[in-house]
């Protein structure tokens, strides 16, 4: 359901995939990792589907990805207190969603972003992907529409690369770390999983890229946006 609902509007379900994994009682140290594989084989799909479709505006927007896998790396490797930082993130999400859902079209007519701008949001949402653990299309995708930078489907092509991306980096990130929470993917059951995430993902976003009406993604999207944002609260574990 997570991997679903997330790929219909161009994200990968990495704090779906935490908020489940917490549910379950699964080990913290073992929940990153298999978050990060599950969100790359999302994202790597959803890219297929969306970007198959012709919807990444690259010439329009590519300096957005110049500077996010560094400053993700950052985010990531910094150490900072991050309880209030949560708490303020998760309620900016839930007023993003509530303006969303009350908009459910794309705008007659876009806004081209500067791209000393594209590039300075690619490393701002970058590092605050990095400090929130989760691959930043929560907060690039709402940013792209409210700023009227793309259309829906447009904005779900350009959050699932910038996820893809930051999702490999994170994977590598945690190789060359030495630790031992690696050995969470040696689970019996973990093939299982991926074939599951990869067909429900798989039709997420396709159904989300060819078929969907914008009014159905914009709704969707609100969904997504409410989850993550239980999730940075604290309140998903206790749903």
Not at 80 to 88: D, G, K, M, N, S
Not at 92 to 116: F, M, N
């Amino acid at each position: 359901m997570v991997a679903f609902l997330y790929a219909s509007v161009g994200h990968a379900g990495a704090s779906g995939y935490i908020a489940v994994f917490a549910l379950g009682g699964m080990p913290a140290e073992q929940i990153k990792p298999l978050a990060l594989l599950l969100n790359t084989v999302v994202a790597s799909v959803g890219c297929w589907n969306f970007l198959r479709a012709g919807y990444l505006p690259w010439l329009r927007i590519w300096p957005v990805y110049l500077l996010a896998i560094p400053a993700a790396f950052l985010g990531g490797w910094l150490n900072l207190p991050a309880f209030w930082f949560r708490q303020l993130v998760g309620v900016v999400l839930l007023i993003t969603a509530w303006r969303l859902g009350r908009a459910l079209h794309d705008p007659p007519q876009l806004r081209a972003p500067a791209p000393a701008l594209l590039m300075a949001t690619g490393g701002g949402l970058g590092l605050l992907a990095g400090l929130t653990g989760t691959g930043g299309g929560i907060f690039l995708t709402p940013l792209l529409l409210l700023s009227r930078w793309c259309t829906t489907r447009e904005a779900a092509a350009v959050s699932v690369l910038f996820i893809l991306l930051n999702s490999m980096a994170g994977l590598a990130g945690l190789a060359m770390s030495g630790s031992t929470s690696w050995q969470a993917l040696a689970r019996p059951d973990l093939a299982v999983w991926l074939l599951t995430v990869l067909l429900a993902g798989g039709l997420g976003s396709r159904l989300g890229s060819r078929h969907w009406p914008v009014a159905w993604i914009r709704r969707a999207l609100a969904v997504v946006l409410v989850l993550a944002s239980l999730k940075l609260l604290g309140l998903a574990p206790r749903l």
